[in-house]
């Protein structure tokens, strides 16, 4: 268990997971370009040691492979496990109270711990001009903070206990932020934050908010996690780092984490915001400029020798990735308790996560009609649909099982599987005018978009192709096509320019594949910009054609009809062309690409790595 950042650092290196780059680097693109190509070949975590125009040094990748994760909680992971497991179904304790009595006494030596009061004599007090400015890709509205603890209390509750510890993305510099003196905050309303502020709001005063940056590997965690009712982060965080969080209060009346390398304190006003952005984010596209809270720097804190923690996150997989994997790992049965019927929901990383869930749910409603259909499966759709982060999926493929296992984890079997078993004519079902994510530009503005469920079960009904039909070779301005699965062709179209244009496209390829005859053996076929890259490897398939499209606007139908407003189709096909409207994908910039060889050249720190 580490008390500090910089004990887990020595204890990387120790062991072999960590690297010192002792040259130095520039915190404008190349420190993230350095990352990102360690990360690419699962390498170790990077100290840099000689940051450009600043005197502190930065951590990345600290969180780049499962096992190294797991290498940094080793000591703590069962505990944490276990106390979760509690909190998910409580009457296990009841079950076997000796058994579980050590997960009792490790959430009690959770619980935090308040310090004297008043700012820790290990801290100096510094500027937002000092710290590490990394920007990660060349687009971004300035320089951010990637990996804070964004720290609030409840105005009508104060109290650490009432408190929300949220990774809600931080911008020190660009745009119109008066340097030193403001940063923006990146959240949406319905996060905890969100709350705090809305209440502050109602009561005519500001909120009070903290950021925290580095400390304890746990903390960081901590963050991100999706915990159970009634368990805070901040308990949480002590609990994962095997000790009690310690905090104080500032004389401004900000709280303080005692752990952390840094602390940046202020305000944030009733009505504020300013414009925040581009940043390059998780889905593989820039998250646009949009008017964000503004929060008023009261001070800067740093520890003596404190470490910058910083990831970058892009196109997935990426270090955000092994988080993914941590939060299924330590909730994995969560989902289980609040929604009944559900045995598993993934959301699949490749495709930006939150685009795409697949599911398995349970089909018990009707077991003695001998046409069996997807009855159940459809309430617990709705349920996973209106759940938390779940809310903001796309597109929700769902079955549930019969004659064998399946998993969601398997995403060519899983959806094999449900493409061999769905009824094209009755199981597509479409939210439309609702919420998707902030970060998904592919919708009809900010937060506002569509879903669809794909729900399946029963017999299988088809055989899917494995090889191109004929009736999808030489179509008049659709041509390339490739397998991408069973049962899934990639064609090449012209570039798309507006969606009156694209009906028009959508209503002549499907007349065209309709004159050919029936091809049931292809449910599915995606219309694309670069067939080849599409269809190239399955991570091209799934991000470019989940990410490129919204259900309502882009899902078009060969045979298409309404039947009692319920919409039906013999093939479906979806267009994840790249429209005009979309944000731009992220490009490294190559300059910066070619100057950062330098550091893996032999004698340089990272020679030999690659």
């Known amino acids: 268990m580490y008390r500090t950042l910089e004990e887990c650092i ?7 997971h960590l690297v010192r780059v002792t040259e130095e680097v520039d915190p404008y693109l190349e420190m993230a370009a350095i990352h990102l190509k360690m990360y690419e070949v699962g390498g170790p975590a990077l100290l840099f040691e000689n940051v450009k125009g600043s005197k502190f040094r930065a951590v990345s990748n600290l969180f780049g492979t499962i ?18 497991a509690l909190r998910n179904d409580p009457m296990k304790a009841l079950k076997h109270p000796f058994k579980n009595m050590e997960s009792g006494f ?8 308040k310090k004297s009061t008043g700012t820790p004599v290990t801290y100096q007090e510094i500027s937002i001009s000092d710290l590490p400015l990394i920007q990660s890709w060349p687009m971004d509205g300035g320089a951010f903070v990637t990996l804070p603890q964004v720290y609030s209390e409840d105005p009508e509750k104060p109290g650490i206990m009432n408190s929300n510890l949220g990774m809600y993305r931080v911008q020190l510099t660009g745009n119109e932020y008066e340097i030193n003196k403001e940063i923006g905050l ?67 009346g900000n709280c303080i984490s005692n752990d952390a390398d840094f602390v940046i304190t202020g305000e944030i006003h009733a009505g504020e915001t300013k414009p925040e952005g581009p940043f390059g984010d998780h889905l593989g596209y820039y998250s646009l400029t949009h008017p964000f809270p503004v929060m008023r720097v009261k001070k800067v804190y740093a520890k003596e020798n404190a470490i910058w923690p910083f990831t970058v996150v892009g196109r997935p997989p990426q270090e955000d990735t092994s988080f993914g994997q941590l939060i299924h790992e330590l909730t994995g049965d969560a989902i289980k308790q609040e929604i009944p ?29 001998q046409v069996k259909q997807p009855t159940e499966m459809l309430t617990i759709a709705n349920r996973i649909l209106g759940t938390g982060q779940l809310s903001l999926a796309k597109y929700l493929f769902i079955t549930a099982e019969e004659n064998r296992p399946i998993t969601t984890h398997d995403e060519v079997d899983f959806m094999t599987y449900i493409l061999e078993r769905i009824d ?72 798309f320019t507006d969606y009156a244009s694209s009906q028009k496209e959508m209503q002549s390829l499907s007349d065209a594949i309709k004159d050919r005859g029936s091809i049931s053996s292809c449910p599915m076929i995606i219309v694309c910009d670069d067939s080849s890259f599409l269809s190239a490897t399955l991570s091209n398939f799934l991000w470019a054609t989940f990410t490129r499209s919204n259900p309502s606007h882009d899902i078009y139908g060969v045979n298409s009809y ?31 690409e070619k100057n950062m060889e330098r550091l893996f050249v032999k004698g340089a720190s990272l020679g030999g790595i690659l």
């Open 10 to 16: 020595l204890d990387l290196e120790k062991n072999g």
């Open 67 to 84: 096992e190294r994760s797991k290498f940094i909680f080793r000591s703590t992971w069962a505990a944490a496990e276990n106390v979760i």
């Open 106 to 113: 490790a959430a009690l030596k959770a619980l935090p711990i």
């Open 186 to 252: 990146h959240y949406q309303i319905h996060r905890g934050i969100g709350v705090h502020q809305d209440k502050a709001n109602k009561l005519g005063a500001p909120l009070k908010v903290s950021c925290f940056v580095g400390g304890p590997p746990a903390h960081t965690l901590s963050a991100v996690m999706p915990l159970p009712e009634g368990m805070s982060e901040i308990t949480f965080a002590g609990l994962l780092s095997g000790r009690r969080f310690h905090y104080s209060y500032d004389e401004d």
């Open 341 to 369: 019927g559900v045995k598993e929901v993934h959301a699949v990383d490749a495709a930006g996560v939150h685009p795409l869930l697949f599911a398995i749910g349970s089909e018990r409603y009707t077991p003695y009609q």
């Open 424 to 495: 094209l004519h009755r199981d597509i079902h479409f939210y439309t005018n609702t919420t998707i994510d902030t970060l998904d530009y592919s919708g009809t503005g900010l937060n506002s978009g569509s879903k669809v469920v794909f729900a399946a079960y029963g017999e299988q009904k088809r055989e899917l192709c494995k090889d191109v039909p004929d009736a999808l070779k030489e179509l008049r301005e659709f041509g390339n096509a490739r397998m991408i699965m069973p049962g899934v062709v990639a064609i090449q179209g012209t570039a």
């Open 562 to 592: 309404y039947e009692n407003k319920h919409w039906a189709c013999d093939n479906v096909i979806i267009d994840a062309r790249v429209k005009p409207h979309q944000a731009p994908p992220l490009i490294p910039d190559p300059t910066v």
